[in-house]
């Protein structure tokens, strides 16, 4: 009984003792507390060189979904890569209610991790800013603050929600181009199923379409399904990531804050778009697409392309992916980001 | 707020032998309890009635335990509260514990906080308190040992308010032993 005390002191000392100085092998969890919010980062790599990856999840994930076997194999061997539970998501912890999750709050709680990060491994450390989906919106809303963009080397956006009145327009057109275009050289089983497809979706009214965009959810998943039938689309490789999710993440936490806390939901419903305020980010760029994101239409990427204000910018699209190119295309993905990466560092 | 929680906890915990009659007699329990079955635990039990279990089921218990979720934290518990025991047959039982009175301790391996004008202070023991009532099923089986009175096996929950404004469950899964009474 006279154990038990000093071995639970001894477990804590080893779970607190967790900070280790050989940056060739990071392997440490950092909470950043900022503005009643307690947020994990998951910091995993070579950070010899002092190039952090910071990457912003998507809707309804969490910081170490990206950690799959390929990151983590041609990543992570390069660059510390920074896995960031955003607020009131997965692990996150607070003791606030969902009023004060805004847009804004979570932007800013991308600079203070970035403060964090900056005052941990030091001012000289090169950092690039990943956001994927919601993290676009995210990233792109951070970006947009007063002096966010000196505080970083370089932005990546992989498949970018930053204006979501565009995406369910562009969803339908999409939808319709993809069903039309897919019937010349589709397999004679599955040609009539896509002018079935493409007739209903022709039914359906455009107005009511943007007042309820999951209108087109049932299209997405049965397009979906016909271009991996049709040897279009390459299905996603989760290696790693299941592990994550239910190993080292705790899924009863991520499943709770998802179901209670989704601000991609909200930033929808309340219009929100940053197209026009593009032109105001000049940091060096690259954009990443799924040929066939019908959740954020390549358009957005092109559009990006065309109307970002940086010189150095960069659109590539990967042809047989979907929402997520990176567990789809993972060597044509993490190739680009390592080129860009390694020009900028 | 978690200050008064654990107060009132520790006031339970010190005040509990007064619970008890004459004829009193405790009893301790050591159990793993692994949060959603793999993230290791471990709990110890503490229990104190004044008659025998068979003529009144009702107890007073308190328990201190922790988990650790690996890369995230590392979280200690205790509660206190009462623990009802129904007999099936004569050598297993089912015992539902609810415990009114809990407070719940995560530890992070690391944190900062960002101050004005951009730099990031280190905080000292980084974590946060809950008000955490708790409950468990648990079914019970007698062993012929002369120390190790029982082995016991159930699902505990564990309930953290507040959490993100709302209340966060706990899973844990217990395999326990109770060790033989004495008395007091």
Known sequence: M???????????????????????????????????????????????????????????????????AAIQEELESRY???????????????????????????????????????????????????????????GTTYLLQPGAQEQLHGWIMADGAYDFPLIVDERYQMLLRVSEDAVPNANPLLEQVWIRLNTDLKSLNQDSIQSNPDLLSPFVVDALKLLQQDDELLPPDNTGVYQSAILQNNPLYWWLNDRRNRPYLDARDDGYALRERLPEISIPSLFLWGRFDFSVPPILGEIALAEQGSTDKTLVILEQ????????????FLE?????????? | MQRYWLILLIGFWLTNPLHAQETATTEWDFAYA???????????????????????????????????????????????????????????HFDIRLSPFGVFRSFYPEAYRVLEGGSAEKIFLPGRWYYAPECSFTFGFKLKNEKINQLYLGPQLIFLLPYDGRVLPILNFQIGLNLNSSNS
């Open chain 1, 321 to 332: 992916s979907e929402h997520l190119p990176y567990l789809s295309e993972p060597a044509v």
């Open chain 2, 34 to 92: 692994g949060n959603n079955l793999w993230n290791p635990g471990l709990q110890v039990g503490y229990f104190k009635h004044g008659l025998s279990q068979h003529q009144n089921p009702i107890i007073y218990q308190a328990r201190l335990g922790f988990y650790v979720d690996p890369q995230s934290q590392f979280n200690l518990f205790s509660f206190a509260g009462l623990q009802y025991r129904a007999s099936l047959g004569q050598r297993n």
């Open chain 1, 2 to 68: 006279r154990v038990l005390p000093y071995a639970m002191i001894i477990l804590l000392s080893l779970v607190l003792a967790c900070g280790q100085s050989d940056l060739s092998q990071i392997n440490e969890t950092i909470y950043l507390r900022h503005n009643g919010a307690d947020m994990p980062a998951y910091i995993h790599g070579n950070g010899s060189k002092k190039v952090f990856i910071i990457i912003l999840h998507g809707g309804g994930s969490f910081g170490l979904a990206f950690r799959s």
């Open chain 1, 336 to 345: 680009e980001v390592i080129a860009f990466v390694e020009r900028l560092k």
């Open chain 1, 80 to 138: 510390a890569v920074v896995y960031w539970d955003q607020r009131a998501q997965s692990m996150s912890q607070s003791n606030q209610s969902s009023d004060d999750f805004s847009v804004a709050q979570r932007a800013e709680d991308v600079g203070a991790l970035i403060s964090l990060l900056k005052t941990k491994y030091g001012d000289d450390s090169k950092l690039f800013l990943m956001g994927h989906s919601w993290g676009g919106t995210l």
